[in-house]
């Protein structure tokens, strides 16, 4: 109830605040709203973007492959994406930048059966793995498979489009890639059939962030999209600080539905994760990431850093 009290109080000082001549940013979401987008949604819901003088709206998009090349020809403002999408946007010649980051650390993982014969990357010689997006994912499999003396020439694949979990408990596949730590897991102990991860990042994957924020060269720079960062810190402090209370803010943004346990056990696994200085990032990371994705065929030129990295002050 304290929550909803300071949420009522936060919404009525927001549209008080609210400048009638807000600047507006259109954001286009990755995919639909998860507690992945949970700096976004609080700071909407609490009133930091309004504050600012900010007018954001979020949509979710119907095609999730989309958001950065409807950005990239002008027609919104900011995408979320991913490091891997953003280095092939660019291989591309896709006019894109990172302004910002929402998780900076990988959420992908290959998952199992934690009851099943998968123990180790060496127990998946002669098994079939599951995937829902060609390319990246068969990249990173590959990385992990070698780490293990194997390649993928070892294993079998088959797309499964979006139908990860389930396709292991058919048993259709051994293994999926491609499972969000935060969410396929707790889903599958939600089903009742817990699940085990091997991490990219363990298994010879380079670091990478998970979701960015991606706009136009020529429009990083802009007040207001630092004034739009300056809120997403705000809100990710709150946070941590308070995940309980902030929680239900996140849920009030469309009660009937986020309010669910699978929300509520991705928003516990997710907090940690989380970017608590938006524009940060390691440069050189970025180009050790590059260097892997040359090295696995998905691109074919390292670009340069001073091009796309380019969070404005």
Known sequence: MRALNQLGLLVLTALWVLPSQAKPITVLLDWFVNPDHAPLIVALQTGEF??????????????????????????????VSYQPSLMMDLANGLP????????????????????????????????????????????????MLKTAGLSNRDIRLVNVNFALSPSLYTGQV?????????FELNQMDIDGKPGRAFFPE???VPHYEELILVTRPDQAMRADFSAFLDALDVATAAILADPEDTYRVFVSYKPMELDTELNARAWRDTLPKLATEARTTDVAS??????????AGL???????????LSPP
């Open 286 to 295: 970025w180009t050790r990431f590059a260097e892997f994705m040359r090295d």
């Open 96 to 143: 894109l930048a990172r302004i910002g980051a929402l998780v900076d650390t990988p959420l992908n993982s290959l998952v199992v059966l934690e009851d099943g014969p998968i123990q180790s990357i060496a127990d998946l010689k002669g098994k079939t793995v599951g995937y829902s997006v060609g390319g990246f994912e068969d990249a990173i499999l590959g990385a």
């Open 50 to 79: 309004a504050k600012r003088g900010l007018d954001v709206t979020l949509i979710e998009p119907a095609d999730p492959s989309l958001p950065p090349k409807l950005v990239a020809a002008g027609q919104a403002d900011i995408a």
């Open 202 to 204: 363990n298994h010879g």
């Open 299 to 309: 691109i074919t030129e390292i670009p340069n850093t001073t091009d796309y990295l």
């Open 174 to 182: 051994d293994a999926v890639i491609g499972a969000f730590r935060n």
